[in-house]
């Protein structure tokens, strides 16, 4: 796939794009939080996380079409390597699995409790983005 078209963008605005996207499902996760849409909210906190490592990815040049693409080579690339903690490693996995349910299980319940850890979690992944040398500062 493609990174950055010099003639629509350079890679940084790519990064830069996907960090806003971030930024904005996370926002949009508290809105829908606050109004009780907690299947809602759990996908919003999930795709934050998602688009901050495809972030990570873009910065090396790298993008994948799958979600499970995207999330394994973070793993195999930024976790497993330690530039990234493991409970990361660990937390993605668990938002995915609460995204998935959220959105195709037809009789998940999805609690306030668990989507505030979701959240949680979407934040703590951008603050950790932005602690590395991955950082866009």
């Excluded at 934050?48 to 979600?67: E, P, Q, T």
Aim: charged share 30%; aromatic share 12%; no cysteine.
């Amino acid at each position: 796939m493609e990174q950055y078209n010099e003639k629509i963008g350079t890679r940084k605005d790519l990064v830069s794009y996907r960090i806003e996207t971030a930024k904005s499902d996370l926002k949009s996760a508290k809105i829908l939080l606050n109004a009780g849409e907690y299947k809602g909210a759990n996908n919003r906190a999930y795709y934050a996380i998602f688009h901050a490592i495809n972030a990570v990815h873009a910065l090396d040049g790298r993008a994948f079409k799958r979600h499970k693409d995207a999330i394994a080579n973070f793993n195999k690339d930024y976790v497993k390597t330690e530039i990234f903690p493991r409970e990361v490693g660990r937390k993605i996995g668990e938002a995915e699995e609460i995204r998935h349910a959220s959105y195709y299980d037809d009789f998940y319940i999805a609690s306030k409790e668990e989507t505030e850890r979701q959240i949680a979690v979407a934040g703590v992944s951008r603050k950790i983005l932005y602690g590395t040398k991955y950082s866009m500062k």
